[in-house]
């Protein structure tokens, strides 16, 4: 569905628009975000998961209000996991009960607000906000539709999965020693919670369906558990996001309607084998719609040959736009868009210009060996965790988000500018 090739000139394009009159237009670096792909794999997604199940975008993989309009059209739910987040969906229209509130710590303020706007569900990730959702519901004479988001005991990585030292981590109550089974017990006797479902994200950037496997068998024995304590079959189970992106060509992905037939073989099949109604499943994908369909693009301003060991190639942005490299290891690729070339591979480092030794972009890859200062590079996959992870480190400007559809681009978010530093620091 990407829209991105190459014009006559051999200069990158996406949506019919080739990326020197994006840079010359809106500078850089910047996001350009093809609005084309982006429709195209959240109804990808919609569509594959059918009538019988939700699709809640995550948008801690990226958020604005034109996406949340986008979201909205395409017929996809929203996860958000704090007030800002809440507060851009509802701005730009969401509907309140297409809205699931995601947190291990939210705010007193941020539940009320979430419970006043009525939003479809929370997420009840502890003990302590099992009562506190509750309370604050039952105060405002409400009952809230909630989930419990449990650690099944895997830990999903790209290609395997860990069955141990799973639990000690931040999020939701362990199925082990029977916590969550506990966690249930309360829930369903607080009036201020209507319980409608059991909850579970195993990681992220996962290609390995049998994490998912792992955790749907475990879900499914919980609601067993339910039922044969309560007599209650709890309607819903969420599945979480996690499913990985190509962000090099040593992945790949697989498409939205294989996940949602595998998913939902296995969740039918673990409830028959259970003797239970199957329960209407959810997902929350962020990255898989999102990070494909934005790169970054960034110009060239000094070039560093290191003899024997690589090119340092210095763009206008770095960590503070792309922390992802720095944080986790991540790996991306990169390309020469504003021409081609037919120089040879020169080993290159794609770094930023942050104080920082670790700020790199793109750890290794080829680039021609005439590369020049101005020439505009673009790094793909930028879509996820990104522009959302963006920081003013170095008082450096965070980029805009272009989106580029049919020949035409606009901005969707803006560039920071240093009279936006300055507002905030009242000093
Ligand atoms: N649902 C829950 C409850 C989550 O915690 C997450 C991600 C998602 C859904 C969406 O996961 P996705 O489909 O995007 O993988 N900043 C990291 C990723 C952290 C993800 C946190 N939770 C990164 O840049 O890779």
Redesign the pocket.
């Known amino acids: 569905a990407q829209t991105v090739t190459r014009n006559e000139g051999g200069v990158l394009t996406v949506g019919g628009i080739d990326v020197k009159r994006l840079a010359e237009e809106f500078g850089t670096p910047a996001y350009i975000l093809d609005e084309t792909d982006f429709r195209a794999r959240a109804r990808a997604w919609r569509t594959a998961f059918g009538s019988d199940a939700d699709v ?1 975008y ?1 948008g ?2 990226f958020l604005s209000r034109a996406v949340v309009r986008w979201l909205n059209e395409e017929g996809l739910n929203l ?1 958000v ?1 704090s007030g800002g987040e809440l507060t851009t969906a509802l701005s730009a229209g969401m509907p309140a009960e297409r809205i699931a509130f ?1 947190g291990n710590n939210k705010s007193a303020e941020e539940i009320e607000r979430a419970i006043r706007a009525g939003v479809g569900r929370i ?1 009840l990730d502890s003990f302590l906000e099992i009562a506190r959702v509750a309370h604050i519901a039952q105060s405002l004479g409400k009952r809230q539709r909630v989930q419990i ?1 449990v650690t099944v005991g895997v830990e999903a990585h790209t290609h395997e999965f860990i069955a141990t030292a799973h639990e000690d981590q931040k ?1 939701g109550i362990p199925l082990a020693d029977g916590q969550a089974s506990e966690a249930v017990r309360r829930a369903l006797q607080l009036d201020g919670l209507e319980l409608i479902g059991i ?1 579970s ?1 195993i ?4 290609f390995d369906m049998s994490g998912f496997e792992v955790a749907a068998h475990r879900v499914v024995g919980l609601l067993k558990d339910i039922r044969d304590e309560h007599g209650v079959e709890l309607p819903e189970i969420d599945l ?5 992106i190509a962000y090099t060509s040593d992945d790949d992905p697989r498409e939205p309607h294989e996940i949602a037939k595998a998913l939902t073989e296995i969740v039918t099949r673990e409830c028959e084998a259970a003797k239970l109604r199957t329960p209407r499943i959810s997902v ?6 999102v ?1 494909p369909t934005a790169f970054t693009l960034y110009e060239v301003g000094t070039i560093k040959p290191l003899d024997g060991l690589r090119t340092y190639v210095s763009v206008d942005g770095g960590m503070s736009d792309n922390i ?1 490299t720095a ?2 290891d ?1 790996e991306y690729s990169v390309a020469l868009a504003s021409r081609t070339s037919d120089a040879g591979p020169m080993l290159s480092r794609v770094v930023g210009k942050h104080c920082e030794s670790g700020d790199i972009v793109v750890r290794d890859a080829f680039l021609p060996a005439d590369l020049a200062p101005g020439d505009l590079i673009a790094v793909p996959a930028t879509g ?2 990104c522009r959302s ?1 963006a920081s003013n480190y170095n008082h450096v400007l965070r980029p805009p988000v272009v989106a580029v559809k049919d020949g035409e681009a606009r901005v969707i978010v803006r560039r920071e500018t240093e009279e936006d530093l300055l507002r905030l620091d009242v000093g």
């Open positions: 809640f995550a801690k993989a996860d996991c995601h997420v988001r999020f909850h994200h990681g992220s950037q996962i979480g996001g996690g499913l990985g929350e994908p962020g990255r898989a719609v990070g992802r944080l986790y991540a996820a965790y992870m």
